[in-house]
């Protein structure tokens, strides 16, 4: 059972416009939610978390939603540029155990 | 800071071989984890340490699969024997600890072809 959910595979967004990104979770353990990013051949980087508490943390270009009662979150880029192409992993942490969705592909075309 | 360091970043190898992979974590983290990233899937948390001692292993495969953390800095995960579904990156990723959501630093993995 796979307790986070990314159900988009891929999204493609003109520069300039919002991306929004989308998950899902079914375990209301989970404390705290973070997003990374994932350029081919790197390792996955931090980008942004929310802790269970909040229903939105921002920096700068990026906001984090959490809708609890539909366990639910999702990341927006405004405005969304070509180096944000890249592949979003949404994470669920419960006592530092991170459990990662299968991820989006973003596409941000000039 | 230096990030993670993983080696080697690609390795082939037939079923039946073993392998190992070292990571060298960001100084000062206490938190270690490996995780198997399947094509098209996400990370997969296969071991997780504080220090040198295991926290969480319940999703390594331990008939084939061991890991160790020696003096809680440097760790190595090893395959043996290896089977075609092992093929996969292994990403290596370290903490401060884990409280308050402590994000994942990852290395750029180790990508494994079993043949």
């Known amino acids: 059972d796979q307790q986070v959910k990314q159900n988009s595979p891929s999204l493609s967004v003109q520069e300039g416009r919002i991306s929004i990104l989308n998950c899902d979770y079914t375990?209301?353990?989970?404390?705290?939610f973070l997003w990374y990013k994932k350029y081919p051949a790197e390792g996955p980087t931090f980008l942004i978390s929310?802790?269970?508490?909040?229903d939105k943390n921002e920096d700068g270009r990026f906001t984090v939603f959490l809708n609890k009662s539909a366990k639910h979150l999702s990341l927006h880029i405004v405005p969304s540029q070509p180096g944000d192409s890249a592949v979003y992993f949404c994470?669920?942490?419960?006592?530092?155990?991170?459990?990662f969705g299968d991820g989006t592909t973003l596409t941000v075309k000039p | 800071e230096a990030g993670v360091a993983q080696s080697p970043r690609y390795k082939i190898i037939e079923k039946r071989q073993s392998v190992a992979f070292w990571c060298n974590p960001i100084?000062?983290?206490?938190?270690l984890y490996w995780y198997q990233q399947i094509l098209g899937q996400g990370p997969k948390l296969l071991i997780q340490?504080?220090?040198?001692?295991?926290?969480?292993d319940s999703q390594l495969p331990k008939d084939r699969f061991s890991a160790e953390r020696l003096k809680g800095v440097d760790s190595t995960l090893k395959i043996q024997p290896a089977k075609l579904e092992d093929s996969a990156v292994y990403l290596c990723?370290?903490?401060?600890?884990?409280?308050?959501?402590?994000?994942?630093?990852f290395g750029n993995g180790t990508r494994l072809t079993v043949t």
């Open positions: 340490f504080q220090n040198n001692g295991v926290v969480d």
């Open positions: 929310i802790s269970s508490i909040k």
């Open positions: 990723a370290s903490s401060v600890g884990t409280t308050f959501g402590s994000p994942l630093h």
């Open positions: 375990n209301s353990m989970f404390d705290y």
């Open positions: 100084s000062g983290h206490a938190t």
């Open positions: 994470a669920a942490s419960n006592a530092g155990k991170s459990t």
